[in-house]
């Protein structure tokens, strides 16, 4: 199972430079610059097509003979992540259509997209920021945030979420994707083992030659702070990592002693 976090693209909010993490205002319709809530801007979803065709062109680029990919897309509920998984989504489907087109449905290398559309799920959504929502200039009201949680993860000053809050909800929904990866496996083993036309070998291989990629759509501080936690560092130390610009995407993978601990938790 593979983990790709994509943060969305550049939305309305950034275009004000305006801190919009609430659940109610970041799913509303109505408002904003455009009277729209606060989507994507034109700028946002042209990037995100971008980087949806530069993740597309990796996926295939990665598929190996007698693979099976399937991709399973997950996003928060605000509009920006919204419109952002549903441009990934568009732009993968017309990448799957065009290898089917050209290898058949039924060839040994296949992606499958899961579901219509992305999943919605409200874990991923944007970290809180209490006292400071709806104001601006956002930038220097997240920085007076960050110089806090270098300090305390567990603080909650300005009515922010904390840091260990958005740690346990983000790895949680990892965590859930690998225990349902691992069920589908087994049920695929005991199935296919039953038939008796099929070897334990056989069996075998049919279940390790599928892979799940799973694209967590999800916001700058959620994203940062996930990939913190994975890395097995300290959420105070969510700053130190590379952020993720607009629109970016990257694989992320557990650090080798938290692997080896969920494969123990899975088994």
């Known amino acids: 199972m593979k983990f790709v976090l994509f943060r969305h693209g550049h939305s309305l909010a950034n275009q004000e430079s305006r801190i919009v993490s609430s659940l109610e205002n970041g799913t509303r319709t109505t408002g904003g610059p455009e009277g729209t809530g606060f989507g994507l801007s034109s700028k946002g979803k042209q990037e995100v097509e971008e980087s949806a065709q530069s993740l597309s062109e990796h996926i295939v680029a990665s598929l190996l003979p007698g693979r099976r990919v399937q991709i399973r897309i997950l996003a928060s509920p605000f509009r920006r992540t919204r419109d952002t998984a549903l441009i990934i989504n568009h732009v993968l489907r017309k990448s799957v259509n065009k290898i089917h087109h050209e290898r058949g449905p039924e060839a040994e290398s296949s992606v499958q997209m899961e579901g219509n559309e992305p999943e919605e799920v409200q874990d991923?959504?944007?970290?809180?920021?209490?006292?400071?929502?709806?104001?601006?200039?956002?930038?220097?009201?997240?920085?007076?945030?960050?110089?806090?949680?270098?300090?305390?993860?567990?603080?909650?000053?300005?009515?922010?979420?904390?840091?260990?809050?958005?740690?346990?909800?983000?790895?949680?929904?990892?965590?859930?994707?690998?225990?349902?990866?691992?069920?589908?496996?087994?049920?695929?083993?005991?199935?296919?083992?039953?038939?008796?036309?099929?070897?334990?070998?056989?069996?075998?291989?049919?279940?390790t030659q599928s892979e799940t990629w799973v694209i967590i759509v999800s916001h700058g501080d959620s994203l940062q702070i996930l990939q913190t936690a994975m890395r097995g560092w300290s959420g105070d130390r969510h700053r130190q990592i590379e952020h993720l610009n607009t629109a970016e995407w990257r694989i992320v993978e557990w650090c080798k002693e938290l692997a080896g601990a969920h494969q123990s938790g899975h088994s």
């Open 124 to 207: 991923l959504r944007e970290r809180f920021f209490g006292e400071f929502e709806m104001k601006s200039p956002s930038d220097e009201l997240y920085a007076q945030v960050w110089r806090e949680d270098a300090y305390n993860a567990f603080h909650q000053k300005f009515g922010v979420e904390s840091v260990a809050d958005v740690t346990e909800r983000m790895t949680g929904v990892v965590r859930e994707q690998e225990a349902k990866e691992q069920k589908q496996r087994v049920n695929a083993s005991r199935a296919t083992s039953q038939d008796a036309t099929t070897t334990p070998a056989t069996a075998t291989a049919e279940t």
